[in-house]
């Protein structure tokens, strides 16, 4: 079983930066893709970004190319979420998930963390 514990989140106001942490734990993840998500109240639950776990590929939505980044650090078990320049559309929480294949789509992720909330403010 794959564990998955997100921190990091917080109040922040608009062009502030946050740095997400997913740590992962459990049964071996090597060759699992982790990806974050976000949900807004009222929204359904949106892709933000992706890594292989097993190499540095990386895909980044449209909404925050160029502002978030998406990294792993393979000996701390851990994936991370780099947020520069925030805006108040990012407000949200924010869900680390691990799945067997690299996909965009939240159903093809089964393992996910308990989310962590990001609010930014104008």
């Known amino acids: 079983q794959v564990q998955l514990v997100e921190s990091g989140g917080g109040l922040v106001q608009a062009g502030d930066s946050l740095r997400l942490s997913c740590s992962v734990s459990?049964?071996?993840?090597?060759?699992?893709?982790m990806a974050w998500f976000r949900q807004a109240p009222g929204k359904e639950r949106e892709f933000v970004a992706l890594?292989?776990?097993?190499?540095?590929?990386?895909l980044h939505a449209d909404s925050v190319k160029g502002r978030f980044t998406i990294s792993s650090d393979n000996a701390k078990n851990t994936v991370y979420l780099q947020m520069n320049s925030l805006k108040p559309e990012d407000t949200a929480v924010y869900y680390c998930a691990a799945g067997l294949t690299e996909s965009k789509a939240f159903s093809r992720y089964a393992h996910w963390g308990q989310g962590t909330q990001v609010t930014v403010s104008s």
């Open positions: 459990g049964r071996s993840f090597s060759t699992y893709t």
């Open positions: 890594i292989y776990w097993g190499g540095t590929n990386t």
